[in-house]
């Protein structure tokens, strides 16, 4: 009954028994091969194993929620970057604009320009926007 245990002919399992390197016989099965299936052909790799840490997990997904945070804290940072501005720029300057005139803060007067620069272009790209949908409408 050796051979149900997969002893060699003296008795000895072949488990127990050392092979030097380089005595493998070419076509020969490699019984002593780690993560090889039984029948598989020979020189064929091992199945990949699966990446340690948590099984079944890949990378997260971010999510509008995730990038919603990172808005408001981008949006944090700049704000307190022109806080400083505003602070480190309080020298009176005087401001002429369509005939009325007025004197203030130097970066509340170079703020003010930038939220009307920036309002100026999200109007026309909200006219652009509307019309690019009129013309989808029409297609359909």
Do not use: C
């Amino acid at each position: 009954m050796s051979h149900a245990r997969n002893d060699g002919p003296d008795g000895v399992s072949k488990s127990e028994i050392p092979e030097a390197p380089g005595t493998e016989v070419p076509g020969a099965p490699d019984h002593a091969a780690p993560g090889t299936a039984p029948g598989a052909e020979p020189g064929a790799r091992p199945p990949a194993a699966k990446p340690a840490g948590r099984p079944g997990k890949g990378k997260v997904k971010s999510t509008r929620i995730s990038g919603t945070w990172v808005a408001v804290i981008v949006a944090i940072v700049l704000l307190v970057f022109l806080l400083v501005f505003i602070l480190q720029n309080l020298d009176t300057a005087t401001v002429h604009f369509l005939g009325a005139s007025g004197s203030m803060p130097l970066a509340v007067a170079m703020l003010f320009a930038a939220i009307a620069g920036a309002a100026l272009v999200a109007l026309i790209g909200g006219a652009r926007i509307l019309q690019l949908r009129k013309q989808a409408r029409r297609r359909r």
